[in-house]
């Protein structure tokens, strides 16, 4: 793998995230109680022996920036790293990324030498866990110019992404992005020989891009310069399958696209179910991130039952179901957390700071005494007070206030907000 580089796409606003992306970029954003959504793509390159990664990033890349400068540093001696890559303005261009082929463009002279054969391009906001040594064998084998990653999936699932069909020896043939009607009919392949072992009774019969690529690093060159397209999903894979050899690598394990609130939820909260769709316990490629030397979790007198705990917790009397606690996270007397996500605190506070809260009248950082959280999505260092109860019990759909908002019925409380004694939602 010394002939590859990694390039993790951030993504862009990442709007369709907020409020969780108001102050840090989509792959900052924390996941499964102690690691961040770019622990995952970053842990599949190490887990693979592709050491050589970067990350393309625009907004809010601040706490991106900290986590992977503490985290990622490999021995001195290696030719391993994991570098930053910021939009920034250069003698050919003023403007910032216009898109995922565009990113990639304006930052080939950081990556693109003669030690490199492959260019594997991955997305900062997907879960899943993929060997991408037998990704990129399977590549040269087929004598490819471009591989993608495609996952099996059904009839409703296929209108919301790009639908790949295949000859039989997996090359592609056409691509059709978010097909319906007689449209998506069309797409169908023949994934039974493939998926002989599939066990869920869904009947697949459609090939979705999970965006990820691998390409020979002068076809990747000759499409970004030869042409000005800005995205790969929509411009750079329809052209390249009409004029290069493009193949379909077929996934059949878990993957999830988080872009949405709803799919980050759901994504989060499989990972509390007695046979998770990940193993984060998995000593063979485990998921790394930094490393913060906390203590053990203290837990008093509480009900817990399928739930992820993180470390330096200290839960009191609570009963928790159904949910992830991330760490730090401080949860009083009585309160019942049921099918939510408490992403905990970036720092203790200290006994000057707990007596200044008294003296204001402002909750401490995390849960108090009595509260009722289901449904809900708790971002990081958060004060609720005691008798709180956010449960969305009118069903909304979607709401803004100032310290929380609503998305798809669930409901997200951003990072920093108060939430003061007795609120009822």
């Not at 799919?263 to 790394?288: C, G, M, Q, R, W």
């Not at 609570?318 to 720092?347: H, P, Q």
């Not at 069903?395 to 997200?412: A, E, P, S, T």
Request: aromatic share 10%; charged share 25%.
């Amino acid at each position: 793998m010394k002939n590859v580089v990694a390039v993790i796409l951030g993504g862009g606003q990442g709007t369709r995230l907020f409020p969780l992306t108001k102050l840090r970029s989509k792959p900052a954003v924390p996941l499964a109680g102690k690691y961040r959504l770019i622990d995952i793509p970053i842990s599949n390159c190490i887990n693979s022996e592709v050491r050589k990664i970067f990350v393309l990033t625009q907004f809010n890349s601040e706490s991106l920036n900290r986590h992977i400068s503490e985290t990622y540093r490999f021995d001195m001696f290696s030719e391993g790293f994991v570098d930053i890559l910021a939009a920034e303005q250069t003698i050919e261009s003023r403007d910032w990324f216009q898109g995922t082929a565009d990113a990639v463009r304006r930052t080939l002279r950081h990556f693109v030498s003669k030690n490199i054969d492959y260019i594997l391009i991955l997305s900062g906001d997907h879960l899943y866990k993929m060997d991408y040594r037998k990704f990129i064998n399977y590549h040269i084998e087929k004598n490819a110019d471009i591989t993608i990653g495609t996952i099996p999936v059904d009839e409703e699932e296929a209108s919301s992404f790009g639908i790949m069909k295949i000859d039989s020896n997996f090359r592609i043939k056409s691509f059709s992005e978010k097909p319906k009607g007689e449209l998506l009919k069309s797409m169908k392949s023949n994934l039974s020989e493939f998926l002989k072992d599939n066990k869920s009774g869904v009947k697949k019969e459609y090939l979705a891009s999970m965006g990820i690529y691998v390409f020979n690093k002068e076809v990747l060159i000759e499409l970004l310069k030869s042409y000005n397209f800005l995205d790969f999903g929509k411009e750079v894979i329809p052209f390249a399958i009409r004029n290069k050899r493009v193949f379909s690598y077929m996934f059949n394990g878990y993957w999830s696209d988080i872009g949405t609130i709803r799919s980050f939820y759901e994504a989060n909260l499989k990972l509390t179910e007695p046979k998770p769709v990940i193993d984060l316990y998995d000593a063979e490629s485990p998921i790394y991130t930094h490393a913060r030397f906390l203590p053990s979790s203290k837990i008093v007198s509480c009900k817990i039952l399928n739930s992820i705990i993180s470390e330096g917790c200290i839960l009191n009397g609570a009963s928790i179901r159904n949910s992830i606690v991330g760490i730090r996270a401080k949860i009083g007397r009585g309160s019942e957390i049921n099918n939510s996500i408490v992403m905990g605190a970036d720092y203790y506070e200290s006994v000057e700071e707990l007596n200044h809260n008294r003296d204001e009248g402002i909750p401490d950082v995390g849960i108090g005494n009595n509260c009722v959280i289901q449904g809900a999505i708790i971002d990081k260092n958060v004060r609720i007070g005691d008798n709180v109860l956010i449960t969305n019990f009118k069903k909304i759909q979607n709401l803004d206030r100032d310290f929380l908002y609503i998305r798809d019925g669930i409901v997200v409380i951003p990072k920093n907000a108060i939430i003061p004694n007795n609120f009822v939602l």
